[in-house]
């Protein structure tokens, strides 16, 4: 291909060319779903994973039911924060899409005129992921399985390098684990607030309102006390 003459020794485009070639040799319909998975799909693919861990957490309802949610909503939240933190860094570099600078790429999606670094898809998608690793390690290896097809695929559609889409997963992984402590602190008691709710309580157990360890145990233990005194006498 002409454009691996013009890109020099450069790794990271002569990777891009690599991995975009492949749309080239790809059936047209083949191409469409991918454009569509990779703008829409994973991500909606991911967000479906945290509803779905919810589901099931709520109905299990187990004692940690309150913490496994409390970090299931900072998954989305993390994936904000990480956005928010790429503005100044998009600024900062003022990279060109890839299509820009190098000829014969095959651009799956037209309109593309902001910065190329970092990739915000793969930077919400990991930090997604990465947040429901924490609430539950089952369902976040499945969801980072999927950040890593999302970033391959937008190197596919020629809109990222692939240091675009590393620096994404990086600074996902990096937003959503190092804010992790912080957030759950101040999840975690809201959630339990809401656990405790007659009328909110569902949300975190299927059974709605938690029953307190003490409102549970203390009463019957009175009972059994009073019993044993009557017995006495």
């Given amino acids: 291909m002409a454009g691996l003459a013009d890109s020099g020794s450069n790794p990271d485009v002569d990777l891009l060319y690599d991995i975009n070639g492949l749309a080239k040799d790809a059936p047209a319909w083949f191409d469409r779903v991918m454009e569509y998975v990779g703008e829409y799909g994973l991500l909606l693919g991911v967000v479906l994973l945290v509803v779905w861990c919810w589901w099931s957490v709520r109905r299990r309802g ?3 039911a309150a913490s496994t949610v409390a970090a299931l909503i900072w998954a989305p939240l993390a994936a904000g924060v990480a956005v928010l933190v790429n503005v100044p860094i998009r600024g900062f570099v003022e990279r060109p899409r890839p299509f820009l600078d190098h000829q014969g790429l095959e651009v799956l999606v037209e309109g593309k005129t902001d910065y190329s670094f970092v990739s915000d898809h793969a930077t919400i998608v990991m ?3 990465v947040g429901l690793f924490v609430a539950n390690r089952k369902f ?6 999927l950040a890593l097809f999302g970033g391959f695929i937008r190197v596919y559609m020629g809109v990222h390098y692939p240091t675009d ?3 994404g997963f990086a600074l996902g992984t990096a937003v959503a684990l190092l804010l992790s402590p912080l ?3 101040l999840l975690t008691p809201v959630v339990k607030a809401v656990e405790r709710s007659p009328r909110a309580g569902w949300l975190v157990r299927a059974g709605g309102r938690a029953t307190d360890g003490q409102d549970a145990v203390i009463p019957e233990s009175r009972s059994e006390r009073t019993s044993e005194r009557d017995l006495a006498a």
């Fill in 165 to 167: 889409v590393i620096g």
């Fill in 62 to 64: 187990d004692e940690d």
């Fill in 127 to 129: 930090a997604m992921a």
């Fill in 140 to 145: 976040g290896l499945f969801g980072i399985v």
């Fill in 183 to 185: 957030a759950m602190a």
